[in-house]
């Protein structure tokens, strides 16, 4: 018979008492009752009626209640307002937390609301300011603090785990080991021991799973739940009338420790196991309502099938795990704080692609290619709300908008009742109302892709499709033309490396060579599918650092590629649904601005200037703003009046925000003078054609995956057909002479070829390529 020991005791008596007192006065349940006992759903709802009923201010104690509920609720909604209210109770001297259960002591709530705002914060992706609310907390814990629910020890064992949880998940891996070895170290003492025992191993796992380090994070969730666990499990449930999957512990502790175990014994190469334990969880019937914990562990389930080479059941898990990722818009990663990882979504994209194209299905593998691009714009989007709307009801699409924001804050809330499953199928309802009203925008909202069939239709009878998409080791390579696909793989070698060493050498003409470079990216991404290449145009789709590469640029050994056919690029193929198609005008009109005073002298770009003025003299009807007139007040005023919009200003983007990339515009009153993509989101411009011709426009980074489409992705929704813009820092004389090539071109032929004329013209005058070939045509060709 296996021993128990002794210091469990104690707590087994205690835990059979409360139990009893349970059973016999559940109906009579508190606040604290519902807190200590883990029914944060009940406890909600409790402190909501009172918060209702009461005539006066809610002091701490209530506030406290109700913050906590709505943290562990992931209420992110409601928990900061809630936190900013117990903030300021607790500053009037307002600070005890007041327990309404008899023996249970009161709590000193002033760390509390720095904490709960860490853990918000961590969920929410903000590791550098969940650092600074940890820290603050712990600054607030005293030891001669009251010690009800919140003692100094349960405080501080909160926060370390915490703090080492968001060093890791931040990156500050030195600061995480440490915190991790303070944890490790922190006295106990002799009372109460086997609870925070148990907490503070959950917190060593959580941490040292987000450091990577799966052996010692194994060491902690290895062993069977112990006879403390047992006798909580049974407090809060059993005496409660809740059992099986809907048991507290099931979803806020049970679920969580299952997928560390598994993940770990996966990461350590015990498949069979990590797969029995992964089953458990796929087996509990409220793993469903668990979003987050749910896709994952269909993830985690499908490597290890992969692993253990039973493809078709790892191609089926990565798909159900899809399913589950692309049924909300909302980034939240709510179970962070409980298994100390963030789960990469675009990895189940990779798996699956990869599967799917190693079994010999190019179609499938192609249409979640194209899923996995537009769920990164969904996610980089995923918090923005206004909006512009084309076509449709405006304020009923922006209501709709909205609905779909709120009913996935309700989502992500681990909910028991059956209205969780309920506001699921209702937010799937608000989606598809909002594709009938507008399809463009539920592009941006909901992940979509556009069926073969379709796709062929919408390109041109004289273009071959490519595109690309790559993992860690690959580059999958599709071509659609005549409505067949087919698709190769290569290795991905060095492309990264190379594509920098060109751009380096191509930004310093005087450098070196950089044909030989040309030579060798031709053949490594364009040479397996050359025999496909027979049209006279080029549609590109490229991915990740592809979309740094001029591939115009590339060379057959004969000739550069601008030289062999025309080439426009898209962000993804599906963008070709909602490309505008316009009447041709006899006499377009260009808005053309020019050298924007920035300033500062430095950034005066003459040649800019002179470039606006000759591109708006070469239209009748067209305006010309230059210096301080360059203003985004003036493109909203007078934008939606012109065929043509020319930028020759500076650009800038910035990979860690994607949308405050912008074009730069002289201020005013009414603007910043930074034309950002987050603004051109919330613009109608409805131009056929967008010139950016400035410094790095067509550079952009898309969280979780894509390498795109900044300023050019914005122009396209914000109405533009087509958007040239250049790859790297343009030379102010040749792009002049380039932009006056162009705009003549313009008069006779279809904008993609028209670019293709101007970019030969420019090669002939300036032979490098730094001079002509920084420029690319993204949208429609006509």
């Not at 290795?491 to 594509?499: E, N, Q, S, V």
């Amino acid at each position: 018979m296996r021993r128990v020991p002794s210091q469990c005791f104690p707590v087994i008596i205690v835990a059979v008492v409360c139990t009893l007192f349970s059973c016999l006065f559940a109906d009579a349940a508190t606040l604290t009752d519902l807190q200590m006992l883990g029914r944060y759903r009940d406890l909600e709802k409790a402190a909501e009626q009172k918060l209702a009923a009461s005539q006066k201010e809610p002091d701490a104690s209530l506030l406290g209640y109700l913050c906590v509920a709505y943290s562990r609720l992931k209420r992110h909604n409601k928990l900061f307002d809630c936190l900013d209210k117990l903030e300021r109770r607790i500053k009037s001297g307002d600070y005890v937390l007041e327990t309404d259960k008899l023996f249970v002591a009161n709590s000193d709530g002033t760390p509390l609301p720095n904490m709960l705002r860490a853990e918000a914060l961590i969920e929410l992706g903000q590791y550098k300011e969940a650092v600074g609310e940890a820290k603050t907390a712990l600054g607030k814990v005293r030891d001669h603090m009251t010690t009800g629910i919140w003692s100094p020890k349960i405080y501080r064992l909160s926060l370390m785990g915490t703090l080492g949880l968001a060093h890791a998940l931040g990156g500050d891996t030195k600061s995480a080991r440490t915190q991790a070895e303070e944890l490790e170290n922190f006295s106990l003492g002799f009372m109460g021991i086997a609870f925070t025992t148990t907490f503070r191993a959950n917190a060593l796992a959580r941490v040292n799973m987000a450091l990577g380090q799966y052996n010692k994070a194994f060491e902690y969730v290895k062993d069977e739940d112990s006879i403390l666990a047992r006798s909580v499990w049974f407090i809060n449930n059993v005496a409660w009338g809740y059992s099986g999957d809907d048991a507290v512990e099931t979803v806020y502790l049970t679920l969580p420790k299952l997928m560390i175990r598994g993940k770990c014994l996966s990461e350590l190469g015990n498949l069979e196991e990590a797969g029995k334990t992964l089953d458990v969880m796929l087996r509990n019937a409220r793993i469903s309502d668990n979003g987050e914990i749910y896709w994952l562990t269909l993830f985690e389930r499908g490597r290890v099938a992969e692993k253990q080479g039973r493809f078709p059941e790892a191609i089926d898990l990565y798909r159900r795990a899809i399913e589950v990722i692309e049924s909300q818009r909302s980034t939240i990663n709510t179970e962070t704080n409980k298994i100390g990882f963030v789960g990469d979504k675009q990895e189940a994209y990779r798996r699956l692609i990869a599967s799917l194209h190693a079994s010999g299905q190019y179609e499938a593998a192609f249409d979640y290619v194209e899923r996995s691009k537009s769920r990164a714009l969904v996610d980089l989007l995923a918090e923005k709300q206004d909006f512009s709307v084309a076509g449709a009801d405006r304020e009923k699409v922006l209501q709709l908008l909205d609905l779909i924001k709120r009913e996935e804050q309700e989502a992500v809330i681990q909910d028991l009742s059956p209205s969780s499953s309920q506001s699921r199928t209702r937010s799937v309802k608000t989606r598809e109302q909002i594709r009938g009203q507008s399809p463009e925008l539920a592009s941006l909202v909901s992940v979509t892709s556009v069926p073969l069939a379709e796709l062929q239709r919408l390109i041109g009878a004289d273009e071959t499709l490519v595109e690309y998409y790559y993992d860690d080791n690959d580059v999958y390579i599709f071509v659609l033309s005549d409505g067949i696909l087919k698709s190769t793989r290569v290795k991905k070698g060095a492309l990264a490396d190379d594509i920098r060493l060109l751009r380096s050498l191509i930004a310093d003409p005087g450098s070196g060579d950089p044909l030989p470079l040309c030579r060798r990216l031709y053949k490594q991404i364009m040479g397996s599918v050359e025999g496909s290449l027979v049209k006279p145009n080029l549609v590109i789709v490229p991915h990740g650092v592809l979309h740094y590469l001029p591939f115009n640029a590339l060379h057959d050994g004969q000739r550069y590629l601008i030289e062999r056919c025309g080439i426009r690029m898209l962000p993804s193929a599906s963008v070709s649904k909602y490309l505008r198609t316009r009447r041709p005008s006899d006499r377009p009109r260009v808005f053309a601005f020019g050298n924007p005073d920035l300033g500062d002298p430095k950034h005066d770009l003459k040649y800019a200037q002179n470039e606006a003025v000759a591109v708006a003299a070469s239209r009748a009807g067209s305006m010309v703003l230059v210096r301080e007139k360059a203003t985004e007040t003036a493109l909203r005023m007078f934008g939606a009046g012109f065929n043509y919009i020319h930028f020759a200003t500076h650009g800038q983007f910035d990979p860690d925000a994607p949308l405050e990339s912008a074009l730069l515009l002289a201020r005013d009153g009414q603007s910043d003078g930074r034309l950002t993509v987050d603004k051109l989101y919330s613009m109608r411009l409805e131009a056929d054609l967008v010139t950016l011709s400035a410094c790095e426009t067509g550079l952009g980074k898309v969280a979780n995956g894509d390498d795109v489409v900044g300023l050019t992705r914005g122009f396209l929704y914000a109405g533009s057909s087509t958007v040239v813009s250049s790859l790297w820092k343009v030379d102010d004389m040749a792009t002049s002479h380039l932009m006056t090539e162009f705009y003549s071109a313009l008069k006779t032929t279809n904008k993609q070829e028209a670019l293709r004329r101007a970019q030969l013209k420019t090669k002939e005058k300036y032979g490098h390529p730094f001079f002509w070939a920084a420029f690319e045509l993204t949208g429609s060709a006509r």
